[in-house]
């Protein structure tokens, strides 16, 4: 099974601090995705990458920056946290067309005070 | 544009009674249209997806989805509620966007199951 590891479950950091979310995947992957998840909002999708030192904007990229140097690891930035940053935040990765589904990690409970 | 509207925030059935969660999407293509799942405190499982095969998509755990061009809806349905089938579930869309095909979320329904 394809495996998207989150480096951390749960991240308290103080508003300001630079937040550096990490992801990997261990099935050779081209696509990976940064989500958030709001209670009732759904997924919003922040940026993708389709390929090593690819990246794209998605809908709500505004505070955060990615990073991807290698094909299995998937780095998302805040650059200045802040409070409406608190959230549960989804790493996903997919093999060609998104008709293949996504596999998703377990997620990283952002809470900046 | 893709989009896709969950007609529901919150679903409750009793164990034992049939499920019913409502999906209706928008796509200016034949859409690729997927059902997942997030059980508490855990990732979100592909449920099953329909790719413009047969429009009566089984998934796991006894769920199924039929596509509906003319209604332009993909609801979710199980026979019979089972207590761990409380989760979250979410609607998504495909779409080519940019270089990339990405999906689009729906906002989720809640499904409780009462004993």
């Known amino acids: 099974d394809v495996k998207v590891t989150q480096s951390s479950r749960y991240l308290v950091k103080r508003t300001g601090e630079k937040v550096f979310l990490e992801c990997v995947q261990d099935?050779?992957?081209?696509?990976m995705f940064w989500y958030r998840q709001d209670p009732g909002l759904g997924l919003r999708l922040i940026y993708f990458s389709y390929d090593v030192k690819m990246k794209e904007k998605g809908d709500i990229p505004e505070g955060y920056s990615v990073s991807r140097e290698k094909k299995e690891r998937f780095s998302l930035i805040l650059e200045s946290a802040s409070t409406n940053q608190t959230s549960m935040y989804l790493c996903a990765s997919s093999f060609g067309q998104a008709e293949d589904g996504y596999t998703f990690g377990s997620g990283t409970r952002l809470t900046v005070v | 544009a893709q989009s896709v509207t969950q007609l529901d925030s919150h679903v409750s059935v009793s164990e034992g009674t049939p499920v019913l969660l409502r999906c209706n999407y928008s796509s200016s293509y034949s859409p690729s249209l997927f059902w997942y799942v997030q059980h508490p405190n855990k990732g979100l499982q592909l449920l099953l997806k329909?790719?413009?095969?047969?429009?009566l998509v089984k998934g796991i755990n006894g769920f199924e989805a039929e596509f509906k061009k003319s209604e332009t809806s993909f609801h979710l349905t199980k026979p019979s509620a089972h207590m761990s089938d409380a989760a979250e579930y979410f609607c998504?869309?495909?779409?080519?966007?940019?270089?990339?095909?990405?999906?689009?979320f729906g906002s989720g329904t809640r499904l409780s199951i009462r004993p």
């Open positions: 099935m050779d992957h081209e696509n």
């Open positions: 329909y790719t413009s095969a047969a429009t």
């Open positions: 998504v869309v495909s779409a080519v966007y940019s270089s990339a095909s990405k999906i689009i």
